[in-house]
């Protein structure tokens, strides 16, 4: 059964550091996801990208926050400078239409 | 802002009975709605969605939805210890994000 990838599962980083975290969507998913989840916490959606460009970002989002797709398969997060609030599961999903599915997650922890 | 309400739990059942759980949503527009479940540590997974009001039913799940009281259900029959988890209910939105619930906690006892 296809499913999103991430990479990697487990980030640590000293605050002020760039990361990139990595996902390899569903082959034919159009739509791709950020999500975050601060440990204890509800999951949060950050960003949406649909036709190589955001169609939506929340508040989250903000100017330290980048997404990309380098290739026809990679879809990353970039953040550039960590905070240690940034610590949280980062999960990408992928969606073909409305139901989105999603991948294992990263645990980024900033120090 | 655009809120979705859960009750966080711990909803406990034995073993065979039905867990019914709960969910409200502020934005009276929304048109889809999704229940994930999330094993401690692990990522949501998706186990129904609905996109109009009444019953679906997918093997021992079922979800309800009513649109004029903005409220989700999802109720698992015959449950078990393996169904364990924290259920959230997610409301979707224009560009296909979802709006998450804190989720639910469901503890099925052998």
């Known amino acids: 059964e296809p499913e999103v990838t991430q990479t990697p599962s487990h980030q640590v980083t000293q605050m002020g550091q760039e990361v990139i975290l990595r996902c390899v969507p569903i082959s034919n998913h159009l739509y791709f996801y950020w999500y975050r989840q601060i440990l204890g916490q509800k999951v949060e959606f950050l960003v949406s990208f649909y036709n190589n460009e955001i169609s939506e970002k929340s508040e989250i989002f903000d100017d330290q926050f980048s997404v990309e797709r380098p290739d026809g398969s990679n879809f990353t997060l970039k953040i550039r400078s960590t905070k240690l609030e940034d610590s949280a599961m980062y999960f990408c999903a992928s969606s073909k239409g409305i139901e989105a599915f999603f991948g294992q997650g990263t645990r980024l922890t900033v120090v | 802002q655009k809120e979705v309400e859960q009750n966080s739990g711990p909803l406990s059942v034995p073993e065979g009975a039905i867990a019914s759980l709960n969910c409200t949503y502020s934005?009276?527009?929304?048109?889809?709605f999704f229940w994930y479940r999330q094993y401690s540590g692990k990522s949501p997974e998706l186990i129904m969605s609905i996109y109009s009001n009444g019953d679906k039913e997918d093997g021992r799940f079922t979800a309800q939805l009513n649109k004029a009281s903005q409220y989700v259900s999802l109720l698992i029959r015959d449950s078990q210890p393996s169904d364990s988890a924290t259920y959230l209910c997610?409301?979707?939105?224009?560009?296909?994000?979802?709006?998450f619930g804190t989720g639910t906690l469901l503890a099925v006892q052998p």
């Open positions: 997610a409301v979707g939105g224009a560009t296909n994000k979802l709006i």
């Open positions: 934005d009276r527009v929304s048109q889809s």
